[in-house]
Nanobody, 125 residues
C-alpha cells in the first residue's frame, strides 16, 4: 500500500487549501482513513478521520468547523478541505490508513498501519 499526499503550500491566514491523498495497492474502500499533522517541535496529532463508506467523519476540536474530510472510493483518494486557516495550522500533514475498522473513535498514531509522506502547509499571519 502506498499513500501519496499532495496539495500543501503557503497561504495567508484566513485562506484555504485542499489536500489530496491518493492510495495505491490494497482495497481502499475497505479502510477508514485519516489525516494527522506535525508542527515543528511537536508530536504528531490527529486532525480528521473518515469511515470507509464516507458516512462518518470525526475531527479534532482545533479544526472542527473549519476543515472537512471527504473521500472518493472510485478514485482511491481522500481529501482534506482546509478553510479559515490559522498560523497555528502550519505543519506537515500526513494521510494514513486505520489498521482496524471503527478505530477512528480513538484515533492515535499507533492505530494506523500505512502512512503517506507529509505535505507541508504553511500559514502566514
Amino acid at each position: 500500500v502506498q499513500l501519496q499526499a499532495s496539495g500543501g503550500g503557503l497561504v495567508q491566514a484566513g485562506g484555504s487549501l485542499r489536500l489530496s491523498c491518493a492510495a495505491s495497492g490494497g482495497t481502499f474502500s475497505s479502510y477508514d482513513m485519516g489525516w494527522f499533522r506535525q508542527a515543528p517541535g511537536k508530536d504528531r496529532e490527529f486532525v480528521a478521520a473518515i469511515s470507509r463508506s464516507g458516512g462518518r467523519r470525526y475531527y479534532a476540536d482545533s479544526v472542527k468547523g473549519r476543515f472537512t474530510i471527504s473521500r472518493d472510493n472510485a478514485k482511491n483518494t481522500v481529501f482534506l478541505q482546509m478553510d479559515r486557516l490559522r498560523p497555528e495550522d502550519t505543519a506537515l500533514y500526513y494521510c494514513a490508513r486505520f489498521r482496524y475498522s471503527g478505530s477512528y473513535y480513538y484515533p492515535n498514531i499507533y492505530g494506523m498501519d500505512y502512512w503517506g509522506k507529509g505535505t507541508l502547509v504553511t500559514v502566514s499571519s
